[in-house]
C-alpha cells in the first residue's frame, strides 16, 4: 500500500508521500486445536478455534510483500489488486495514476522493497463470525532480499480481510514518534485470541464506529465541537479546514464536506485496559470555485493525471474526492483518540471556465 501525504490545493505544488503497498496470498483454511483428552470425553471442553493459525497468517503476509513489492516496482494497479482492497487498494491506485507528475525520487523513496518483521498476531476465534485479523509489525528496509535497517520509531497495524479468492490488506495506519507510548495491549481471551469490539457497541458512551466521522470533522469545520483529544494528527486534520483558503487570494471559494466512505469498514479490537483500537475509513470533498467570471482555478501538477479533459485549462469550479484511513482509540471510559490519519485524493472534477 503506499502512505499519501496531504495533496496540495490546486494553487500549490503537490506533496505526497507514500504509504508502503500491501498484497495478500491465498485462502487459509481454518484449522483448530483438539481438546484435552481425558477419561471423560463427555467432560471435555473443546478449545475455541480460531480464525486462522499464526503460521498461515504468517505466509498470508510473506505473500503479500512479495506480491507488493511486485506491484511498487511494475507500478501496476491490477496486481496490487491481488494483494490489496477496500480504501487502501483505492488510494494506491490513484497513488500510480498520480506518479508521472510526482518527484521522481520521492515516488522511489515511498515505492520501495520493505519488509514486515517483529511480528505479532491478533487472530479472533471462528466463532466471533468476523472475516479479518489483525497483525502488529515493523517495517524494514529490504536489501538483498533480506531486511535491513528498520523504519525510525515506527509501529503499525495492520488488517488483513478473508475476500473470495484469499486475503486482502485493507487497513494500515502506524503509532510514530511520541504516539508510541500509546500503543495498546491488544485484550486475548482464554486461549490467547483476539477480543473483537462491535464497531457499533458504545464503550462508555462512545462507539468505535464513531471514528470515521470524528475524523471527517475536522476537514468540515475544523473540529470545532470535536471530542478527539489534542494529538498530532487531529491537529494536522483541523489545519486542512484553516488552511483551505490559502494562496486562493480571496478569488475562489473553498469547502469541505462530508462524503460516503469508499468501503465504510470499522475493525476494532477490545484493549486489556478497557477500551478499544480502531481502524476505519472515510471520505471528503473539498469544492472550489471561482468568485466571479474574472477568476479561474489552475490544477496542480498532481491533480492533472486523474482529470479526464483539458487539465491544463482554466477552471471555473474544482472538486478534489478524497479518501482516508485512521487509527485511533477509544478508552473505557468512552474518550475517542486519533493517531494517525492518511489520506490521498482519487478524483478530480473540473469543470472550465469556458463552460460556464
Not at 223 to 232: F, K
Not at 277 to 295: I, M
Request: hydrophobic share 40%; charged share 25%; aromatic share 6%.
Amino acid at each position: 500500500m503506499t502512505h499519501s501525504n496531504r495533496s496540495a490545493h490546486p494553487a500549490r505544488a503537490a506533496r505526497i508521500g507514500a504509504l508502503a503497498a500491501a498484497v495478500l496470498a491465498a485462502a487459509a483454511s481454518l484449522t483448530g486445536c483438539s481438546a484435552d483428552g481425558g477419561d471423560s470425553k463427555a467432560d471435555a471442553i473443546p478449545a475455541e478455534r480460531p480464525l486462522l493459525t499464526k503460521a498461515e497468517a504468517n505466509k498470508t503476509v510473506d505473500a503479500y510483500q512479495k506480491v507488493n513489492n511486485q506491484a511498487n516496482a511494475q507500478r501496476s494497479a491490477s496486481l496490487m489488486a491481488r494483494a490489496e482492497g477496500g480504501t487502501v487498494l483505492a488510494m494506491d491506485q490513484a497513488y500510480f495514476t498520480q506518479i508521472p507528475a510526482l518527484d521522481k525520487s520521492d515516488v522511489a523513496d515511498n515505492l520501495a522493497p520493505f519488509a514486515y518483521v517483529n511480528r505479532a498476531f491478533y487472530i479472533p476465534p471462528a466463532s466471533a463470525r468476523t472475516d479479518w485479523f489483525l497483525m502488529r509489525a515493523q517495517g524494514a528496509q529490504l536489501t538483498h532480499g533480506k531486511p535491513g535497517e528498520l523504519w525510525p520509531k515506527d509501529v503499525r497495524f495492520l488488517v488483513f480481510k478473508r475476500s473470495g479468492d484469499g486475503w486482502r490488506m485493507v487497513a494500515a495506519r502506524d503509532f510514530q514518534g511520541p504516539d508510541l507510548a500509546k500503543v495498546p495491549h491488544i485484550a486475548l481471551d482464554g486461549a490467547g485470541l483476539m477480543k473483537v469490539a462491535a464497531p457499533d457497541t458504545k464503550i462508555g458512551g462512545t462507539a468505535p464506529a464513531r471514528l470515521p466521522e470524528l475524523v471527517t470533522d475536522l476537514w468540515v469545520t475544523g473540529g470545532r465541537d470535536t471530542p478527539l483529544a489534542d494529538t498530532s494528527a487531529r491537529r494536522t486534520g483541523s489545519s486542512w479546514y484553516t488552511e483551505r483558503a490559502d494562496k486562493l487570494d480571496g478569488h475562489a471559494w473553498v469547502d469541505f464536506k462530508r462524503a460516503a466512505p469508499h468501503a465504510g469498514d470499522v475493525f476494532a479490537a477490545k484493549t486489556t485496559d478497557g477500551g478499544a483500537l480502531v481502524l476505519s475509513d472515510s471520505a471528503v470533498e473539498e469544492t472550489f470555485l471561482a468568485k466571479d467570471l474574472n477568476s479561474y482555478i489552475n490544477l496542480g501538477d498532481s491533480d492533472k493525471p486523474l482529470v479526464r479533459r483539458d487539465p491544463d485549462t482554466r477552471m471555473n469550479k474544482v472538486v478534489r474526492h478524497y479518501v482516508q484511513t485512521e487509527l485511533g482509540l477509544i478508552s473505557a471510559d468512552g474518550s475517542p483518540a486519533v493517531y494517525s490519519i492518511g489520506t490521498q485524493v482519487t478524483k478530480v472534477d473540473a469543470v472550465p471556465a469556458s463552460d460556464v
